[in-house]
Every structure is written in structure tokens, then in C-alpha cells.
């Protein structure tokens, strides 16, 4: 997919993937970053972290800029009230006034995705496979329900089983609003009729899933942002 210029459209999920690969120069990525960003990048252990932070955040700003119109500098973000505990600035993360479309992102080892929407959005990535035993301990905080469907699977099929699980389960939350602040033990996304849940391909080594506020996206598009155009922090 080329670089956006028009917003997604009801219907349609714009997804973009960001190759962090190790030893990756951040540039100019930390320029256009505000003070909150640059302040949450410098707690990070480690140059490696610190850069895969800047590029993943610089990238969403570039990618919201170019939707908008404007500098990636000048792009502000806010939080919507947490439907859960009704805290502001708790919940769903989204570009300030609701000036553009509804966004998430999710970073894990060297790969960062973004998914824009016209509606409410939430997605997850994890690296695979899941580590041995994974899915017996932290698979243990999903729902009842779940946890069953896990234990009926022979015990080679339940860390990839586990993996696809847990990013339907975070994708779901981080686009209901509450992420996993409010534990993960609450039904499946897929109970929620007001929510269309996707599982989607991934890179090698990684497993994704997006959530969608409403009915099944009738258009997927997707495209890479290379980290070298993120480095140089500009426009699209």
C-alpha cells in the first residue's frame, strides 16, 4: 500500500508494519517526538529498547500525519475515558478532538503494526513460538472458557494455540479501551457482538489479530513503513 492519503472509510482496516530489525539507528526519529514520549524513551534499559521505542512511536506519527495533513510534530494525541473505571485519560488512546481516524498499535521484538479505522480499533502481536509451559501460566489468567478450550488440545498445539488466544484477547481490549489494566479473564472478544475479531497474517515468527468496533472490514490494506523513512523523520 502506498503512503495514506485518504482516511479509512467505514468498511476498511488500514494496517502498516514497521521492521525494527536489532541495531536499527532511531536518526532523526526522537526529533518529532513530544515531551511525554521523549521522557517514557530515556526510562528504557538499554540503546536497543530506547530506539525501537522512538522508531515505533515516530512511525505513528509520521503515518497519522500523513492522514491529517500536517507535520508528524504536530500531531497530538489524548486518552478517552476508561469505560471500565470511567478514569480519564485511562482508556483507548486516540489523535486529540477525535480530529482523525481511530488507530492502535502494538510492538513486539522487531516488529511494530499500526491498524487505522473509520470505527473503534485494537490490535496485538507476539513472537513466536510461545515459550515452553507459556500456556499453562500465564494462559491460566484467561477466561474459564478459554483456559478449557486450551486444556482439550493435545500439548503440542497449545502454545501456538495460546499465542493466537492471547492477541484476539489484548486486540479486543486495547480497542474496548480497558488493555490489560483490568486482568484478561473476562469473555472472549468474540462474545461481544459489537466487535468483529481478525486474525491476521503476520511476518514469520509473529502472530496478530485485529479487533473492529462493528461489522467484518469489507477492505484490508496493508504496506510497510521501512525504518530508514522513519529515521529521517519525514513526510511521507
Known sequence: MTPPRA?????????????VPPGASPGRARSVLDAAETARAR??????????????????????ARYLGTGPGEVAFERTPCPRCGTA???????????GPEFSMTHSGSAVLYAFAAAPVG?????APARPGVERTVGGWLHPGERRALDALPEGERPGAFLRAWVRKEAYLKGVGTGIAHGVDGPPGSADAAWTLLDLD?????????????GSPGTLRSGTLPASVVATAARL
Open 89 to 99: 485519560g485511562h482508556g483507548r488512546p486516540r489523535l486529540r478532538g477525535g480530529a
Open 7 to 19: 482516511r479509512p472509510r467505514p468498511g476498511e482496516l488500514h494496517l502498516w508494519w514497521l521492521p
Open 202 to 214: 503476520a511476518p514469520g515468527g509473529f502472530v496478530a489479530a485485529a479487533a473492529v468496533s462493528g
Open 43 to 64: 526510562r528504557l534499559r538499554g540503546p536497543e529498547r530506547r530506539h525501537r521505542f522512538e522508531l515505533a512511536h515516530a512511525g505513528l506519527r509520521l503515518l497519522c
Open 123 to 127: 490490535v496485538d502481536l507476539e513472537a
